[in-house]
């Protein structure tokens, strides 16, 4: 089986898959990595404190890419002005001019991260602030992605041993990424029609 396969490279290098996971997938592999946390595979220290680095340093890269003056004056082309134009609008509203609510915003709307921090990024927003507050939302938000994941893989411990089914893992582990994508869309669409009234 591809599972006992890789299951042993997983404990062996938690560490790396779980900065690289948070860095570069996000939150779908987030909550892969605490679902096999719960089944004994990987140390669930190592999924909360990596996961949380790597998801945090990641954003500092759309962020610092729309600081280019290349990438703005890109940006002020017909076509993206509108796009700019209703993502200021959304973040005013929502947030404020927050600079906590806009990067805790683009966490929970799905898709709205990385042009979010593009935005942040033209409009020079101070790297040393950008660092406190997008700590404080990383550590609030993870968490509560691995819980998901943690949990959904101790529910499966008690299904394994009444089904005692390696499938039923991978059905289990598919249908909450499934799952977590459509709540994340669900709320996303439910805030534009907010907006739209």
């Known amino acids: 089986m591809i599972l006992e396969s890789i299951t042993p490279l997983i404990g062996q290098y938690g560490i790396i898959i779980s900065f690289f996971g948070g860095f570069i ?7 892969t990595l605490a679902f096999l946390s ?5 140390p669930l220290w190592q999924v909360a404190i990596f996961c949380t680095l790597g998801m ?14 290349f990438f703005r004056k890109l940006l002020e082309k017909e076509k993206f002005v509108k796009k700019i134009e209703k993502i200021e609008r959304q ?19 799905y898709g709205a991260s ?3 921090l ?21 550590i609030i938000f993870v968490p509560i992605i691995i819980l998901m994941g943690w949990f959904a893989g101790k529910s499966f411990l008690f299904t394994k041993n009444t089904f005692t089914d ?15 994508i459509f ?15």
Not at 38 to 42: E, K, N, S, T, V
Not at 91 to 109: D, G, S
């Open 91 to 109: 973040l005013t509203k929502y947030t404020k001019n927050n600079l906590f609510l806009i990067i805790f915003y683009t966490k929970i709307i």
């Open 118 to 138: 593009f935005y942040l990024g033209t409009k020079k927003t101070s790297y040393s602030k950008f660092a406190f507050y997008n700590f404080i939302v990383e």
């Open 114 to 116: 990385i042009p979010a």
């Open 25 to 31: 997938t996000g939150e779908s592999i987030i909550v």
């Open 38 to 42: 719960a089944q004994g595979l990987i």
């Open 56 to 69: 945090y340093f990641s954003d500092f890269i759309p962020l610092t890419i729309g600081r280019f003056k």
């Open 183 to 197: 709540i994340r869309r669900w709320w996303n669409q439910k805030l534009i029609k907010k907006q739209e009234l």
């Open 166 to 180: 390696i499938r039923i893992a991978i059905l289990l582990l598919i249908a909450l990424i499934i799952l977590f």
